[in-house]
T-cell receptor, first 113, second 111 residues
C-alpha cells in the first residue's frame, strides 16, 4: 500500500517557467511533509517542509502548498533553472510516535535551457 | 553543525558474501537513525529505523539486519548477500520527526 504517491514520474519545463510537482497521500494522520531533491549517486537534500497546520510555506524560489481536504501537496519552483534538474521526492511523517517517514517514488524534473 | 558519514561509498560483493555498511552522525546526540534503499529506478524504501541504542525497528522482512551499538552509529549487515540486495543504500538522521538529513550513500553491487 503506497501511502505517498507521486503519479508523474517525469516532468520537463522550460527555463524561467514554473515547475509544479505533485504528491498525494492517503493517511490523514500525517502531520509533517517534506520535499527533497536528489542527484544521481548522492543522498537526497532537504528542500522545504510544511506542517499540517499550515497550507503554504515559502523559501526563496520554492513554495509548498498543502491541501489537507484533498490530501494533496505540491512544490512550486519559480523561476525554474537548469540546476533544478533532479529527482524530487515528497515525504510524509508523523511527528509523534514512531517518527517514520514515507517517501513517494519521485518525479524526475528536467529544466530545459 | 551536524554531519553524517557513510562508508564505503561503493562496494562490489559476490552473492553469498557478508555485508557491513556503517553510518555515523556527528554534532548531535540521541538522533533517530534510518536505513533506506533505493533500487534502480525506484523510490526510497525504508529498511530499518532506530530511536535509541539497541532499539531497531524493521520495516521490510529480508536477509538484512541493523544494529546500533552506539548513540550515533548505525550499521547495516547481511550474512549472505542476494542479487536483489543491489542498490543505493542511504543512512539518515533526524531529531524529533521533522527535517531528515541524509548521508552520501553507498552503491552496492552484488555480482
Amino acid at each position: 500500500d503506497q501511502q505517498v504517491k507521486q503519479n508523474s514520474p517525469s516532468l520537463s519545463v522550460q527555463e524561467g517557467r514554473i515547475s509544479i510537482l505533485n504528491c498525494d497521500y492517503t493517511n490523514s494522520m500525517f502531520d509533517y511533509f517534506l520535499w527533497y531533491k536528489k542527484y544521481p549517486a548522492e543522498g537526497p537534500t532537504f528542500l522545504i517542509s510544511i506542517s499540517s497546520i499550515k497550507d503554504k510555506n515559502e523559501d526563496g524560489r520554492f513554495t509548498v502548498f498543502l491541501n489537507k481536504s484533498a490530501k494533496h501537496l505540491s512544490l512550486h519552483i519559480v523561476p525554474s533553472q537548469p540546476g533544478d534538474s533532479a529527482v524530487y521526492f515528497c515525504a510524509a511523517s508523523l511527528t509523534s510516535g514512531t517518527y517514520k517517514y514515507i517517501f513517494g517514488t519521485g518525479t524526475r524534473l528536467k529544466v530545459l535551457a | 553543525s551536524q554531519t553524517i558519514h557513510q562508508w564505503p561509498a561503493t562496494l562490489v560483493q559476490p552473492v553469498g558474501s557478508p555485508l557491513s555498511l556503517e553510518c555515523t552522525v556527528e554534532g548531535t546526540s540521541n538522533p533517530n537513525l534510518y536505513w533506506y534503499r533505493q533500487a534502480a529506478g525506484r523510490g526510497l524504501q525504508l529498511l530499518f529505523y532506530s530511536v535509541g541504542i539497541g532499539q531497531i525497528s524493521s520495516e521490510v522482512p529480508q536477509n538484512l539486519s541493523a544494529s546500533r551499538p552506539q548513540d550515533r552509529q548505525f550499521i547495516l549487515s547481511s550474512k549472505k548477500l542476494l542479487l536483489s540486495d543491489s542498490g543505493f543504500y542511504l543512512c539518515a538522521w533526524t531529531r524529533g520527526g521533522y527535517e531528515q538529513y541524509f548521508g552520501p550513500g553507498t552503491r552496492l553491487t552484488v555480482t
